[in-house]
């Protein structure tokens, strides 16, 4: 049994993480500000003896003695990470100080949250960890790019200078269910969208592409990473590589969904990569990983989960 902190823990990624641990017989301590996280994404934990939730803003430093921990404390959709620039910032790095020092003083393994946006606007598809990304500095996106970018470059000073065990998990975009409806990302907005007979918003012409991996597949291949030998310091891509154009993603979701949805276009946000695609080559090497669940049953998932949420929010409102 490990004592195992989740920073992010009430957030979409860490609550899966999170009933994770717990199931396998780990301790976890869920550290989060409820920014993009909400309590009930842990409600039923909270009554677990082996979770424990903290109210806690990683921009300031935390001192609580663990073996391993998972930084995931960072909104990810660029709606909410844009609403704050600067905080997003201020989370990415000093978040990724704190944790690390955390790290140094007890010892404890630490892995990093990073993400596919330090790859940007690729030039390169699909893109392999070795490709140095072609980021905007000074772009709407930059705060959340780049602050992800220099997290990933203090990892690995950490781990130069002070040995610190560090793990960086560049994360392709991930959905299933418990994302947050109103997050602003691309899955939860079209099925909430298709759901209900609104229309579905393309931005731009939409055969800008994403590659989707389901969360489960994600949270597998983020354990693996951590629990991976010492010598694998260097960034691992975990998403799925199977490539899709959002006008393609939509017709899947209207299909699934038997919704009467129209589609319509507004302006694409500035800055707005066109490709994303991973090599999972390293992933499939030294974890043994590679995704399982199509998109199409993946969403499906999905779907089902948010058609409880929907119809749980109709209920409220009737009473
Ligand atoms: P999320 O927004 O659902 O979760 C982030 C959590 O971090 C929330 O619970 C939020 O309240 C918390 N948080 C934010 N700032 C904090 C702070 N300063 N102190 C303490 N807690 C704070 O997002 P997610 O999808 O679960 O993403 C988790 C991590 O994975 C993030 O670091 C994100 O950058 C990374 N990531 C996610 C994806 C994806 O597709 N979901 C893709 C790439 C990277
Ligand atoms: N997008 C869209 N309609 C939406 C939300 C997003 O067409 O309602 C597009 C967005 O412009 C981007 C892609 O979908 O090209 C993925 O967006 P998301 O915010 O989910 O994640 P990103 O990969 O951009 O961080």
Redesign the pocket.
């Known amino acids: 049994m490990k004592t195992i902190l989740i ?9 899966t993480l999170s009933k994770r641990l717990i199931s396998e017989g780990h301790k976890v301590i869920c ?8 309590i009930k ?1 842990i409600q039923n934990l909270i009554d677990n003896p082996n979770f424990e939730f903290i109210l ?4 300031t430093p935390l001192d609580i003695e663990v073996d391993e921990i998972y ?7 660029p709606d ?2 844009q609403a704050d620039p600067i ?1 997003t910032m ?2 990415s790095v000093f ?1 990724a100080l704190n944790m690390l020092e955390l790290a140094k003083k007890y010892d404890a393994k630490i892995l990093q ?5 330090v790859y940007g606007d690729p030039k390169v598809s699909p893109q392999p960890e070795n490709y140095f990304g072609n980021v905007n500095i000074n772009g709407i996106r930059s705060c ?1 790019d780049e602050g ?1 970018r220099c997290a990933e470059t203090l990892f690995s000073d950490y781990n130069r200078q002070f040995s610190t065990k560090i793990k960086i998990m ?6 299933g269910p418990g ?2 409806m109103h ?1 602003g ?1 691309v899955v939860s907005n079209f099925i909430v969208q298709a759901l209900q007979n609104d229309p579905i918003t393309i931005y731009g012409q939409g055969s800008q592409t994403r590659s989707f ?1 389901y969360v489960n597949d ?1 949270i597998e291949g983020m354990m693996r990473l951590m629990n991976s030998g010492d010598h694998l310091t260097s960034p691992v891509n975990i998403g799925n590589p199977v490539e899709f154009t959002m006008l393609e993603l939509a017709e899947i979701i209207l299909k699934l969904t038997g919704s009467k949805s129209q589609l319509i276009h507004m302006d694409l946000p500035q800055d707005d990569p066109m490709q994303r695609k991973p090599n999972i080559s390293l992933a499939k090497q030294e974890l043994s990983w590679e995704p399982k669940i199509s998109l199409e049953n993946g969403l499906l998932e999905t779907i089902n989960y948010f058609e409880n949420v929907l119809s749980q929010n109709v209920m409220a409102n009737q009473r």
């Open positions: 920073t992010g823990g009430a957030g979409f990624l860490g609550s550290v989060d500000n409820l920014s993009t996280g909400f994404n806690h803003d990683v921009v930084n995931l404390a960072c909104p990810a959709s909410k990470y905080k201020k989370t978040g949250a990073s993400t596919s946006e959340y992800k560049r994360i392709f975009n991930t959905y994302m947050d997050d990302r991996c994600n």
